[in-house]
């Protein structure tokens, strides 16, 4: 552990809370993407599956398992609680564009051909990629609700701080995860227009926007 894994932990868990708190309070999901919070509900499951055989600490087992719960709370709340507010016309992304590579990358590239093994590293490149559905909404819509910015901002900002985290185990601990560092990494990539957008309107006080798709 170090203060750079745990402020992006705390970023994480603030990106799901304020979204649940949106959620919640405006009994709306509108403006949320239905498909990157079912791809990340399937990148939680798929990769704390060693809650069933690995103890590793009360920290790590915890938040775990409030990651899990958040994220199908989420999905219920989307797709059963709140499902008539839900945008399914501007959640078009075919999820099966991500599916089918991830799925055919984690058989391909991974650190040792076991279930588990299997299992971690579709997450870890799924994840990757999970927010793209996310993404396209806002793209086709043309805008985002500040509270929706807020959510994207500290998952990216989670995001960077891994990248942080990974660059101080390097040089303390002489640790490299290819597979964790270059899908964190690419990742991080598909948020940096978004972060600019984000302080050059939203902490300006202005509602975010972009060109609406021809």
Not at 158 to 169: E, H, K, M, Q
Request: hydrophobic letters at 50%; glycine letters at 4%.
């Amino acid at each position: 552990m170090n203060i750079f894994r745990i402020l992006g932990d705390i970023s994480h868990l603030l990106a799901i809370i304020i979204l649940l708190v949106k959620i919640v309070k405006s009994k709306s999901c509108a403006g949320i993407s239905g498909k990157s919070q079912i791809l990340f509900a399937l990148v939680f499951t798929t990769r704390y599956l060693d809650l069933f055989t690995n103890f590793i600490s009360v920290y790590n087992t915890v938040m775990k398992v409030i990651f899990l719960i958040c994220a199908y709370v989420t999905v219920h709340m989307i797709y059963v609680k709140f499902r008539k507010t839900f945008d399914s016309e501007n959640d078009s992304f075919r999820l099966e564009f991500l599916l089918v590579p991830v799925t055919g990358l984690s058989f391909l590239e991974n650190h040792s051909f076991t279930p588990l093994e299997i299992l971690w590293t579709f997450s870890i490149y799924l994840e990757s990629v999970a927010i793209l559905p996310q993404l396209f909404m806002i793209s086709k819509t043309g805008e985002a609700e500040t509270i929706t910015t807020h959510y994207l901002f500290f998952l990216g900002l989670y995001r960077a701080l891994y990248i942080a985290n990974w660059v101080w185990r390097y040089h303390t601990e002489n640790f490299y995860d290819q597979i964790a560092v270059v899908s964190g990494v690419v990742q991080t990539i598909f948020y940096c227009d978004f972060f600019y957008l984000y302080v050059t309107k939203v902490l300006k006080g202005k509602k975010l926007s972009l060109p609406m798709p021809v």
